[in-house]
């Protein structure tokens, strides 16, 4: 073991505050990765805060990490000393059960491991994340960073980026199709930048004009004021995919009745129980779906980096001290900040 320094919360109720621990030795397909940067998710928050009932103290968060390999374990073939590398929301899967076998980790029968607050498959030890100096992680769960990527912008494309990738290629966005985007934030400009670059028609849904320019600015064609009634009836029956990036409950129901017949309604935001009840007959009588996604696998998760390479595209963000990082969660849950906060992990060295 080694000894490593970082950021945590010891209970719901306390501020992130540095920390000293111990990193595991690196196992034989260990890779150990000096962190440079690492994007702060809002899910960082709801973990910290133990808003989902599931933390385990001390929580360390981050899941959106780049790094360079510092040292890698004997058996490790894909990544070597000096690489440019990310660990994104996995550090570990059962690799053998139908969803592993089909590269979707994410959906892992047994469960993944997260990259914070799960228990190590081997050890039973608690995963602490990447607001840290350094991450050891199996090379399985261990991405490559491609030439042409800017790594601070590049760091939330492990989370935000990934999970609006994955539900567009799954349901094969492409030419000619209409999409919208609902909301506009850490996934939803992502998700505009995505659908754009697949060659669809985009359309931002928001309720705020103030957002008009910058949704145009991030690639969107069009805009539509989600709370006026007659922008809303003259987009009925217009699109094929909805991306729905809202992360608080919302009536679906407005949404579901711009979709066209076989329209895919897919949330990627809310993660909590949908309070204005689904009226049935918005799916039944249009054959209409309502579709769930969850980040990507690690294949799919290369996939993303390299599309974002090759098509220019990177996270919006603003760099962030770390010994900021509570003020930074208090203007994240105000909404202020485009679009993604990420440490500059040099400021955690001094």
């Not at 996604?293 to 963000?317: K, P």
């Amino acid at each position: 073991m080694y000894t490593a320094i970082g950021y945590a919360a010891q209970s719901p109720s306390s501020p992130l505050a540095p920390m000293t621990f111990q990193r595991r030795s690196p196992r034989a397909d260990d890779v150990v990765i000096e962190i440079l940067y690492c994007g702060v998710c809002h899910s960082d928050i709801h973990q910290a805060r133990n808003e989902w009932g599931i933390a385990v103290y001390p929580l360390m968060p981050g899941h959106e990490i780049v790094g360079r390999v510092s040292a890698v374990g004997d058996q490790v073939s894909r990544h070597q000393v000096g690489d440019l590398v990310g660990v994104g929301c996995m550090v570990d899967s059962c690799r053998h059960c139908a969803a592993c076998r089909q590269d979707l980790e994410q959906y892992c029968l047994e469960g993944p491991t997260m990259t914070y607050a799960s228990p190590d498959r081997i050890d039973a030890s608690n995963t602490l994340g990447g607001y840290a100096s350094s991450i050891v992680v199996s090379e399985h769960f261990v991405l490559r960073l491609p030439q042409g990527l800017d790594l601070p912008s590049a760091a939330p494309i492990l989370c935000a980026g990934i999970t609006t990738y994955s539900p567009l290629k799954h349901h094969g966005v492409g030419p000619g199709h209409q999409v919208g985007v609902l909301g506009m934030g850490g996934l939803g400009h992502m998700g505009i930048k995505f659908a754009k670059a697949l060659g669809a028609e985009v359309t931002l849904f928001t309720r705020s004009l103030a957002k008009a320019e910058e949704a145009r600015r991030q690639g969107a064609d069009h805009v539509i004021l989600s709370t006026d009634a007659e922008q809303m009836r003259a987009a009925a029956e217009r699109f094929d995919f909805l991306l729905d990036t809202i992360p608080v409950p919302h009536d679906l129901n407005p949404y579901l009745e711009t979709l066209k017949f076989d329209g895919v309604h897919i949330l990627v935001g809310l993660v909590e129980p949908i309070q204005t009840p689904v009226h049935a007959a918005h799916l039944v009588t249009k054959r209409r779906v309502l579709a769930g996604s969850m980040i990507g696998g690690i294949a799919e998760t290369q996939e993303v980096l390299d599309f974002c390479a090759e098509h220019g595209i990177g996270c919006d963000v603003e760099m962030l001290d770390i010994a900021d990082i509570n003020q930074a969660y208090a203007r994240m849950i105000a909404g202020d900040v485009k679009y993604r906060f990420v440490i500059d992990m040099a400021t955690l060295r001094g």
